[in-house]
């Protein structure tokens, strides 16, 4: 795959994950809460369900993204985890430095 076209899907994935992190409301009485699906495909609308639990364990790495089970791209990134309602991808280093520094909840720097 082409160094051009893994960058792309690395921006996308980190552009939804700037949206989820807005996320706040709970949806229902089961405690999950609806995210946008984080992966790097063009178009993809469709939402995840987790718990804010979950939701918080994927953002403990910055080259992690939740993504709806089917969405990962195996030239990009791996699969690291598999729920019901979503899986937990990591991004290959080579895009690592994409991900990582666009992490909003990367520490400011001096």
Same mark, same amino acid.
């Given at each position: 795959?082409?160094?051009?076209? !893994? ?19 709970? %949806?229902? *009485? $089961? =405690? @999950? ?8 495909? /063009?178009?993809?609308?469709? /939402?995840i369900r987790l718990d804010r639990?979950?939701? #918080?364990?994927?953002?403990? $790495? +910055? ?5 709806? +089970? =089917?969405h990962e791209i195996p030239e990009v990134e791996d699969v690291? #985890?598999? &729920? ?5 991808? #990591? !991004? &290959? *280093? %080579?895009?690592? %430095?994409?991900?990582?520094?666009? %992490?909003?909840?990367?520490? @400011? #720097? $001096?």
């Amino acid at each position: 795959m082409e160094e051009q076209r !893994k960058r792309r899907i690395a921006m996308n994935e980190a552009t939804f994950r700037r949206i989820n992190e807005g996320v706040r409301v709970v %949806d229902g *009485a $089961d =405690g @999950l809460i609806s995210f946008v699906c984080e992966c790097g495909r /063009l178009g993809c609308n469709q /939402l995840i369900r987790l718990d804010r639990r979950g939701y #918080e364990a994927v953002r403990e $790495d +910055p080259r992690r993204f939740a993504v709806v +089970p =089917g969405h990962e791209i195996p030239e990009v990134e791996d699969v690291v #985890e598999r &729920h019901e309602e979503y899986t937990v991808i #990591e !991004k &290959h *280093a %080579d895009t690592a %430095d994409i991900v990582e520094s666009s %992490d909003p909840r990367r520490p @400011l #720097e $001096d």
